[in-house]
Every structure is written in structure tokens, then in C-alpha cells.
């Protein structure tokens, strides 16, 4: 059986840092990935890895998506939060290709709050 079971996040302040963490267990997948939703709002892209790395817009350059194989995880580190970044975040994984829709995933965990406050 197929588990993802993510950790991290909470409450941060606007300009800080944060990581999450999510491992799998029951298989490994080609893509790993990051989505999230803002109460009242679609869930939406955030990142993915496959063999190379997919960011939207609104968190290039702020956010770093990485894998360690060797553990079946993936992590999302999370700098220069704003408060638009505040959403429950779930990790997402498969063998998916393009990484950025969300229909296209088989596996969530149960997602993860992260607050950015201002």
C-alpha cells in the first residue's frame, strides 16, 4: 500500500523559511511534487521533480524542490515567504510527465499548513 506522509510548515513570518518534508513508502515514482491550496482557491502547481526540476511562476527563485532517492522523499524548502504563500500544501507523486497537472497523480499525503504572517 502506498503512503505519503508529509511534515513541516506552520506558522512563519513573512520573509522566513521553512521546510517540508514528505516520504513515500509502498513504491518509488518517477515524479515527485509539490501543490497547494489557499482556502477558497483551486489547488494549484507549486513543483515537481522528475529528472529535472519544475517551479510555477509565483515561487521561482524563492522555493527549492529536492529528492533523496535513496529515502523515497521529497522536500520543499521555502524561502522569502510571502503571505499570498499561505495554503495547505500537499505532496503528490507518480509517473507523470508533464509535472504540473494535478489530475495526472495517483498519490496524495494529507497535506501540510503552512501560514506566512505579515
Known amino acids: 500500500q502506498v503512503h505519503l506522509v508529509e511534515s513541516g510548515g506552520g506558522l512563519v513570518q513573512a520573509g522566513g523559511s521553512t521546510r517540508l518534508s514528505c516520504v513515500a513508502s509502498?513504491?518509488?515514482?518517477?515524479?515527485m511534487a509539490w501543490f497547494r491550496q489557499a482556502t477558497g482557491k483551486e489547488r494549484e502547481f507549486v513543483a515537481a521533480?522528475?529528472?529535472?526540476?519544475f517551479y510555477a511562476d509565483s515561487v521561482k527563485g524563492r522555493f527549492t524542490i529536492s529528492r533523496d532517492n535513496a529515502n523515497n522523499a521529497a522536500y520543499l524548502q521555502m524561502d522569502s515567504l510571502k503571505p499570498d504563500d499561505t495554503a495547505i500544501y500537499y505532496c503528490a507523486a507518480g509517473d507523470v510527465f508533464p509535472p504540473r497537472n494535478r489530475e495526472a497523480y495517483n498519490y496524495w499525503g494529507q497535506g501540510t499548513q503552512v501560514t506566512v504572517s505579515s
Open positions: 509502498g513504491r518509488t515514482f518517477t515524479t
Open positions: 521533480m522528475r529528472y529535472s526540476t
